[in-house]
């Protein structure tokens, strides 16, 4: 069952085209039309997409506006925005401009930090199982990937990875909270870990997931830590994932050493992306509403998983880690079946999967497909 981005991006391209771009412009609003977009999927027989980590209710209606609103501008570049869209992430995190570097989602900040610690052989540190689609290259290039087991409770042993580090370590890689796994690192625990890493090494943070926690991002530290690399996306609260916008926030030597790497740095993101994450920042509203059911939806689902007998991994994210070892019958089968989408086994011991949370409809048709 493992997990083919390219067959993906397929199956949500006929998603999206079934639903056509007038019903993309009107219908896709806030998270108060949730019945119109259950109601939206069900006509087009779409499946229902629990796989990606997505915001099912985004973009916000501030986004989507500033989008339909812009469409004529596409004509021109977009430099004049890139100093709007910096200025705002700056104030938004408490840095300077010189802190922020965009990138096309924030996997190419990621690409960009890999890119700069291959510049000399050695290794590279993270946790397993976690995000690690943006490593392959590296792990067939000059660096080694040295795999740190997750604690007994899921959670990213800091301590092991401290231990793990070696004179060659050139990385290490914290994603915060954790996918799959959703556990989540003390702020006290991380602060205590950076102190302590050797500032030879990269430390790469990903907050992709830290929206839906009250957590304090590291954003802070950047100025004591030069090695310190903070990631950030729209693609998860804010539901921008297919308008490929995110930013890494670092010490201005970091940031400067790292904008060698893209032909035109600040620069391979489109008008319109930049205006719709501009508009999202400003839409605390919609933030809000998707955090509240985000939530709710995702404590139903775990009740609901528990009832089956299925242990759950306390979540702080928009996603659920789960075992199937008590599961009697073919999962994957149940889901495809109901023409719901899921992802793979992590972890065989215990099988272990991960299920994106949707909407309350979408997740109650989930639990009824697999009882």
């Known amino acids: 069952m493992a997990t083919n981005r390219r067959t993906w991006l397929k199956q949500v ?9 007038t019903n993309l412009t009107s219908s896709y609003a806030s998270p108060q039309t949730e019945a119109l977009i259950n109601g939206l999927a069900a006509i087009n027989d779409t499946p229902i997409l629990l796989r990606s980590n997505e915001n099912p209710y985004g ?3 501030m986004a989507r506006s500033a989008i339909a609103d812009h469409l004529h501008v596409s004509n021109r570049y977009n430099w004049n925005i890139i100093s709007e869209l910096i200025a705002a992430l700056s104030k938004k995190n408490n840095v300077h401009d010189e802190n922020i570097l965009l990138g096309a989602g924030s996997t190419e900040i990621l690409d960009m930090v890999a890119r700069y610690a291959a510049l000399e052989k050695g290794n590279f ?37 401290q231990k793990a580090i070696n004179q060659d370590t050139r990385l290490i890689y914290i994603c915060n909270p954790n996918n799959p796994t959703g556990t989540i690192c003390e702020r ?33 530290l950047i100025n004591d830590y030069p090695n310190l690399v903070i990631v950030k996306t729209f693609s998860k609260i804010y539901g921008l994932a297919g308008a490929r ?15 060698t790497f893209p032909s ?27 955090f509240s059911l985000n939530e709710a939806a995702r404590q139903y689902t775990v009740a609901g998983l528990e009832q089956l007998n299925l242990s759950c991994i306390p979540s702080h994210t928009n996603f659920i880690y789960f075992s199937l070892a008590n599961f009697k019958k073919d999962f994957f089968q149940q889901l495809t079946n109901n023409n719901i989408q899921g992802t793979k086994i992590y972890e065989e011991q215990g099988k272990w999967t991960r299920i994106t949370v949707g909407t309350m409809q979408e997740m109650q048709q989930f639990i009824k497909a697999i009882q």
């Not at 006929?14 to 639903?19: M, N």
């Not at 067939?140 to 740190?148: D, G, Q, W």
């Not at 087991?149 to 092991?160: C, F, G, N, S, V």
């Not at 916008?245 to 790292?258: C, N, P, Q, S």
């Open 59 to 61: 973009p916000s209606p």
């Open 13 to 21: 391209g006929l998603g999206i085209a079934g639903v056509g771009l």
């Open 125 to 161: 540190v993270i946790a397993d199982p976690s995000f690690d689609y943006w490593t392959a290259p590296l792990s067939t290039s000059v660096l080694s990937k040295i795999k740190v087991p997750l604690t007994a409770d899921k959670k990213i042993d800091l301590a092991a990875m």
């Open 245 to 259: 916008i995110g930013y890494g926030i670092a010490h201005k030597t970091m940031i400067d050493k790292l904008s």
């Open 188 to 220: 006290s625990s991380l602060v205590k870990f950076v102190n302590e890493v050797p500032r030879k090494v990269i430390i790469l943070v990903d907050e992709a997931y830290l929206d839906f926690t009250t957590q304090q991002s590291l954003s802070g």
């Open 264 to 290: 035109a740095p600040n620069n391979s993101i489109s008008v319109l992306s930049r205006l719709a994450a501009m508009a999202s920042l400003k839409d605390e509203k919609f933030i809000a509403e998707t």
